[in-house]
Structures are given as structure tokens and as C-alpha cells.
């Protein structure tokens, strides 16, 4: 190849501005250098159109065609051949009753002999007609001669100075902060089949009042989960006027707590953890964490099979790479199984395998491994190597930290449809709210109805009821 035409040359000719004086130059230094242009443009095209997605990249942003086919499970969906059907109960109140009876036959249309046969079946809907209550209320005023005053009575169905009443702010607020609709759809609803007319700023505005009303349960559920056993927490990117935010989850069985900020680090955490922390954090390993003064820790062991499992089909692992994955995935398979076994198993046995699994540990940490992924999970071990098995040391400590996913997941719906906030107000309303919706619905409440009833008693009296608590039939 001519040095008048280098691969740099090439590089810098072969784009969207190639001209045909150019091709034909490239072509006149012959097959070599024709080679060398194809294969760097299928290099630009790869690039352009990956064929094989990012390990790490989410499964809705995978094309169909590109996901592998699932095997079919051998399980046949349903419940087991002679078990009980489930049905839904008869209604306990009968509104109308309708008679419905042929006038000839449908097949012949023949004439009918009336019998005494009839079956019953029951209907729920909705009413074709609804129509919001729109309620005048005569607000009187009378003179206190002791404190030298006209006083009048609140109206407990609506914010102060508020037009639309409780119900609508809370059912609102759910839809959006709860159920992930956007804005837009809730005002085609209200507007259209309940023939409430509605504004988007008009709702907006409403939100800020109910954030405001309900932030006091938004700071005992943040005192509650201080001072919880075990805290799960992760976090997920978020957009606040147009810049990259994170939003954080931090949960137990009984609530969840999010926070929206600027930060990924530390800063963002000492907003929560306000105090040291005396229970067991369980997160994956995210450095950020570190920052966090607390009892023990959990790192979720589900990630470290996830990054095994990550560079066995993406990425090239060295000569050694193989051993070193058989031994972490064994001895986190032991872990996990001896957590499993762990109540059946006499005190002494449980003893002596735990204390295998810290002795395999320190072998696996110490040997020496001369691959580049190797050497980064070994860094990784040796960071937490006292967070790996404290499950099987602390009872209620789970080994993964699937109940934060699980917390988040809703909140990345809701930022897929309605694409984030877009001021730092409406951020703050939306931790607040989406943290009472969800922590309501974990404790067994209608959170519609006690948040409803909430602000009755807070329009009236100025001060919120306590917070409910874990229902009885879900502790």
C-alpha cells in the first residue's frame, strides 16, 4: 500500500462526504488498500448498528429481533387438575334487577312454551353518567365576644382556597405519583367520562398543595426506616429540568422512602442519613455506599453472579478466567444455599460450614490471578469481603437486594411515560407523594381513602393523624 494513502487517510476519506474523485483515488492503489476500506466502513456501520446489545443495556431498549427466544417452561400455566377454582364472591348489595326473556326463538324464531327455569348472573359496572357533585357551602361567621373576632367554621372536603375537593386531589395524585399515567391522560379522563374539567397546571398546582399537607408522614417514614433492622437502597437516573438527577429508593417490608438529587455520591445519602444507622444496609456495590456509617452491611450477591454471567457471554476473559468463575460461583452457591438449610441444620454443622465459606473466601482473594476481570472482582471481594455472608450471621437479612429493585421499578415506569420533572418543585412533590402512595399500599391502607380522611381531619384541626401503621391481617 502506497504510504500516500494510510489508514489514517482512509479513515478520514471514508464518510458521509466522499466524493467520486476520492473513491476512484482509492480504488487506483489497488485490492490492499480497496480491502482496508471496506472492513474499516463495516467497522463505522457495527458501531452505527451493534449486533449483539450491551450486556447492562435495559430489556425495553433491546430490539424484538435481537433478544434470544426463551425456552418453554415444561410447567403448564394454571392451577394443579382437582384443585379449587377461584371466583369472585356475590355481591353484597343489589342495586337494580333486570328480567331478561326471549320473545320467540333465535334459531327458528319459532313460538316459545314458557318454563320455570332461570339462571342469575351479576353484572358490575360503572354508572353510564358521571357527573361530579358540585357542592355550595354557607360558611357562617359569628362574633366571639372573648376574642374580640368573627370565626367560622373549615370546610373539611377541600384544601384552603382550594375548588376542587379532596377526592379529586388524591385520586389525581394517585393515578400520576402511583399508577404512572401522565398528565395529559389524566385530563382526558376527568374531562371526558367523569365530566370534571381539569387543567394540567390546575393539577399541578394541586399536587404542591397536597405535598405540603402530607410532608410531615413523609419525614416519620424517613425516621421509621432509620431505625429499621434491615434498609435496602438503590438508585436510578432521573431528569429535573432537563439535567441528570438520581433518584433513590430506600426500603423495607414496611415502606418505602424515595429522595430525588442532584447527586450520585455521598452528598445525596448524608440527606438521608441523617444519623449513624444501627441496622443492616443491603445494597449492591456502588462506592457511594461506603460513605454510609452503619451497623453491617449486605452486598447482593445476585450482582456478583450477574457480573460472572456478564463477562462469560460479553466480554473476553483471560486463560484463567474459567477457574476463578467456577470458584466465586460455586462458593456464592454454597452461601446461598447454606442460608437455606440453615434452620434445619444442628448449631455445630451450620458453625463449621460457615466458617468454610470465610476460609474458600480468603483462598480465592489471596491466590493469585493474572486476569484483567479477575483482578477487578478480586478488588471488589476484598473491599467487602465482611459484607458477602452477613445473612447468614444477622436473621431478616436477605442475600440479594431484589426488594429495592423492586421499589424502583415503578418509579422508572413512571419516567418513562411522563419523562421525569421538569422544576426541582415538582421533583420534591414527586419523592413526597409516590413515597406515601406506595408506603401506604405496603402497610394494607386504601391510600386513597386514608389520605382522603387524612386531610378531613388536617383542614380541620391544622395537624395531620398519626401514620398508619402495618394492618394486622399483612403483619
Known amino acids: 500500500m502506497s504510504t500516500q494513502c494510510t489508514e489514517v487517510n482512509l479513515e478520514e476519506m471514508l464518510g458521509p462526504s466522499l466524493t467520486e474523485a476520492q473513491a476512484r483515488t482509492i480504488y487506483r492503489y489497488g485490492e490492499e488498500t480497496v480491502v482496508l476500506g471496506f472492513m474499516i466502513m463495516a467497522g463505522k456501520l457495527g458501531a452505527l448498528n451493534p449486533s449483539k446489545p450491551a450486556p447492562t443495556a435495559p430489556s425495553g431498549m433491546v430490539p424484538g429481533y435481537q433478544k434470544p427466544t426463551t425456552r418453554k417452561t415444561r410447567k403448564k400455566p394454571g392451577a394443579k387438575p382437582g384443585h379449587e377454582g377461584h371466583h369472585s364472591a356475590p355481591p353484597a348489595r343489589i342495586d337494580e334487577r333486570r328480567d331478561h326473556r326471549l320473545p320467540y326463538c333465535p334459531h327458528c324464531q319459532g313460538r316459545l312454551k314458557r318454563c320455570q327455569a332461570t339462571r342469575t348472573r351479576y353484572v358490575e359496572d360503572i354508572p353510564a353518567g358521571i357527573t361530579p357533585i358540585v357542592t355550595e357551602h354557607t360558611i357562617h361567621r359569628d362574633w366571639c365576644p372573648r376574642c374580640k373576632k368573627l370565626v367560622e367554621p373549615r370546610v373539611p372536603d377541600a384544601l384552603p382556597g382550594a375548588r376542587l375537593g379532596n377526592r379529586t386531589a388524591v385520586m389525581t395524585g394517585w393515578m400520576h405519583y402511583g399508577l404512572g399515567n401522565t398528565i395529559s391522560q389524566i385530563v382526558e379522563v376527568f374531562n371526558y367520562h367523569v365530566q370534571l374539567k381539569l387543567t394540567s397546571g390546575g393539577l399541578v398546582h394541586l399536587w404542591g398543595r397536597l405535598q405540603e399537607a402530607l410532608f410531615p408522614w413523609y419525614e416519620q417514614i424517613q425516621a421509621e426506616a432509620l431505625n429499621s433492622a434491615v434498609l435496602h437502597a438503590d438508585e436510578t437516573s432521573w431528569r429535573v429540568a432537563g439535567k441528570t438527577h438520581w433518584l433513590w429508593a430506600f426500603a423495607n417490608q414496611d415502606l418505602t422512602y424515595y429522595l430525588i438529587d442532584r447527586s450520585r455520591g455521598e452528598p445525596a445519602l448524608l440527606r438521608f ?107 471488589r471481594l476484598r473491599r467487602h469481603r465482611d459484607d458477602l455472608f452477613t445473612f447468614l450471621d444477622r436473621p431478616g437479612v436477605p442475600f440479594d437486594n431484589n426488594l429495592a429493585e423492586r421499589a424502583v421499578r415503578p418509579a422508572v415506569i413512571i419516567r418513562k411515560n411522563s419523562y421525569a420533572n421538569r422544576s426541582a418543585r415538582g421533583a420534591d412533590v414527586q419523592a413526597v407523594l409516590m413515597t406515601l402512595y406506595r408506603t401506604l399500599k405496603q402497610r394494607g391502607h386504601n391510600p386513597l381513602q386514608t389520605i382522603t380522611d387524612a386531610l378531613a381531619t388536617y383542614v380541620t384541626t391544622g395537624k395531620l393523624p398519626p401514620l398508619p401503621q402495618k394492618t394486622t391481617s399483612e403483619g
Not at 437455606?340 to 465459606?357: G, I, M, N, Y
Open 273 to 379: 442519613f441523617v444519623e449513624e444507622f444501627q441496622g443492616t444496609l443491603v445494597s449492591d456495590f456502588w462506592g457511594a455506599y461506603n460513605a454510609v456509617v452503619c451497623s453491617a452491611r449486605q452486598g447482593c450477591l445476585v450482582h456478583l453472579l450477574r457480573d460472572l454471567h456478564t463477562v462469560d457471554h460479553y466480554k473476553k476473559g483471560g486463560a484463567n478466567w474459567p477457574e476463578f468463575a467456577k470458584k466465586l460461583r460455586r462458593l456464592v452457591g454454597d452461601a446461598i444455599r447454606l442460608g437455606r438449610q440453615k434452620p434445619d441444620l444442628p448449631t455445630e454443622s451450620f458453625a463449621s460450614r460457615r466458617q468454610r465459606l470465610d476460609e474458600r473466601l480468603e483462598e480465592l482473594i489471596t491466590a493469585t490471578w493474572e486476569d484483567k476481570q479477575a483482578k477487578r472482582l478480586i478488588k
